[in-house]
């Protein structure tokens, strides 16, 4: 195709044919298909031509066809000197450039991406892009030399034996070592007590969030625009508002014209005709969704449950709340469910009235009680969950049952919640009593393996206050100890001992992974770490209870 420059290379033959007349220049491959569909053989039918202008047909080979692997090697193995004259720099990859390279062929090339690195170091020659003269000239010198033409062969030869596929294999086994070797003897973080626990700090909140509401996903601490907004992230954002203002903290002055454009976001992200909310939301302000999941709806729900119980924006939230929770009463998510029913437990504490909105009272008991029958249906002696994989957002099951079963009186659904909380701390934390939650690189499958990494930071958030709610649930010191565990994932309590947290920033990093932490500092990372830190400072749990386990 017009890319591979073989008009120059042709012209450089017209000067290499006075110095070297038996000198033969083989085209070998076909016409690129797409090239055919659009210009037929042009391209090809315009060398040719230029030979003949040239009067050098005669040392100009075109071979027209499709070359397999080893009629290629072939052709390699036959000649004296390899030429790519290719007229872009951004090419990365030339696969004949390696072969012939690897075979130890002398070779002659235009300076693109690949060629420079492979040929640095005096490895080959490097010419100019589009110019003929210096071609020619590198041309001549190497087939009238026999002994650095051999000398450069000998030298591409042993240089390309470390391009061998067993020699790649050896470097990417020392590189994996070095990694394990490097996290293996990493000094340990201590791990923070009660009394250094971080202030909020809302710095990386106001960075992600602008006029339309918070972004999805940052680049390091960069907000990036490319993945626009969703309603998960903006109900969260407005959750943390609302935790803020309930919990009377200091800190709700400064966020609250932001939770206007959170809420706006919502609104405008309901559909009157569907009752649903749409998810996501491009940079331009365009939607890329209809109706959104049942997961996002919930969470969605579950923001308007705290608003209301906050008193944040009491009047919107309960209008929306009271039309749409009717929609979302046969959604089959677990993690739907688990959200929808600690919104209307929020609800409820507000609308406390025996006799008030008795048909939601009917949803909430109506969801609690298929949750649970999920729990008891799953159920086996080593296996107390009610999917077949641990997955995502964990700690929001079991929180949804031991927080319904207290309101409503139920114990055997807050003894469901409990055991299964539990059951899924012991999955998550390690023989060194670290927290390390399930990781989604492979997750947990029953009777599988636990993934060990790819954690992140939802699942320490979750867990945080799923534990609390079992701490005010049962007045057990035990429960207030493991949401200090799991908090401390953030703080440097992890496998790795690495900060999560970013406390110059105040965001909150994307991950930890095998090799390290993903630096990135999106909105979910950073919403659950501030709403699990501000559900530990208004819990109260003191230094004694932390240590006690």
């Known amino acids: 195709s017009p890319n591979k420059g073989i008009e120059y290379a042709i012209r450089a033959m017209a000067e290499v044919v006075k110095q070297v007349p038996d000198a033969l220049y083989v085209v070998l491959g076909q016409t690129h298909p797409a090239l055919i569909r659009e210009h037929g053989e042009a391209y090809r039918n315009s060398l040719e031509w230029l030979c003949k202008e040239l009067n050098i047909s005669a040392n100009v080979k075109f071979i027209n066809r499709f070359c397999d692997l080893a009629i290629l090697k072939k052709y390699i193995a036959s000649c004296d000197v390899y030429l790519t004259p290719y007229l872009h720099e951004q090419q990365i990859t030339s696969g004949t450039l390696s072969y012939a390279f690897g075979m130890g062929t002398a070779v002659v090339s235009t ?43 000998k030298q591409a030869f042993e240089h390309g034996r470390s391009m061998t596929w067993s020699n790649t294999a050896k470097l990417y ?28 700090k809302l710095d990386h909140l106001f960075r992600m969030s602008d006029s339309t509401g918070i972004l999805q996903h940052a680049t390091f601490s960069i907000p990036d625009f490319r993945h626009g907004y969703c309603v998960d992230d903006n109900a969260r954002a407005l959750m943390l508002c609302a935790e803020l203002k309930r919990a009377h903290h200091p800190a709700f002055p400064q966020v609250e014209a932001h939770a206007a454009n959170y809420a706006a976001f919502l609104n405008y992200s309901y559909s009157n005709a569907t009752k649903r909310f749409r998810n996501f939301m491009s940079y331009g302000r365009q939607w890329l969704d209809e109706n959104g999941t049942d997961d996002s709806n919930c969470r969605a729900m579950r923001c308007l449950g705290s608003c209301i119980r906050a008193g944040l924006f009491e ?50 008991k109506d969801i609690a009680n298929r949750l649970m029958k999920e729990f008891v249906t799953h159920k086996t002696d080593s296996w107390v969950w009610p999917e077949h994989k641990l997955t995502y957002e964990n700690a929001v099951l079991p929180h949804a049952l031991i927080t319904t079963g207290k309101e409503l009186g139920d114990e055997d659904m807050m003894s469901v919640g409990l055991d299964s909380l539990d059951w899924l701390m012991d999955h998550q934390m390690n023989a060194e009593g670290i ?25 320490a958030g979750t867990t945080v206050v799923a534990c609390l709610a079992a701490r005010e649930a049962t007045n057990e010191p035990m429960w207030g100890s493991l949401a200090f565990a799991a908090f401390n994932w953030f703080v440097g309590g992890n496998a790795l001992g690495k900060p999560i947290y970013n406390h110059q920033t105040g965001g909150c990093r994307d991950g930890l992974h095998i090799a390290g932490v993903n630096l990135n500092e999106g909105a979910e990372s950073l919403l659950v770490f501030l709403i699990s830190l501000l559900a530990l400072q208004t819990a109260g749990v003191t230094a004694t209870e932390q240590t006690e386990k």
Do not use: C
């Not at 020619?136 to 051999?150: H, P, S």
């Not at 994996?176 to 007590?193: G, L, N, R, W």
């Not at 009047?315 to 959200?339: I, L």
């Not at 927290?435 to 699942?459: C, L, T, Y």
């Open 111 to 153: 300076p693109y991406w690949h060629a420079a690195e492979l040929l640095a170091e005096g490895r080959g020659r490097l010419v100019p892009f589009r110019e003929v003269e210096p071609m020619a000239k590198e041309l001549i010198a190497l087939l009238q030399d026999d002994a650095t033409r051999i000398a450069l062969q």
């Open 173 to 200: 086994m020392r590189a994996f070592e070095e990694a394990v070797t490097d996290v293996a003897t990493q000094d340990p973080v201590p791990i923070p007590s009660h009394t250094s626990l971080p202030a909020i």
């Open 315 to 364: 009047e919107w939230a309960t209008t929306r709340f009271v039309e749409a929770v009717e929609n979302f009463r046969n959604v089959r998510s677990v993690r739907a469910m688990a959200n929808l029913v600690l919104a209307l437990n929020d609800f409820f504490k507000r609308y406390s009235g025996p006799n008030e909105y008795g048909q939601i009272r009917a949803i909430r």
């Open 435 to 459: 927290f390390s939650p399930i990781g989604n690189e492979s997750w947990f499958e029953r009777g599988g393996m636990k993934a060990d990494f790819d954690q992140q930071p939802i699942e």
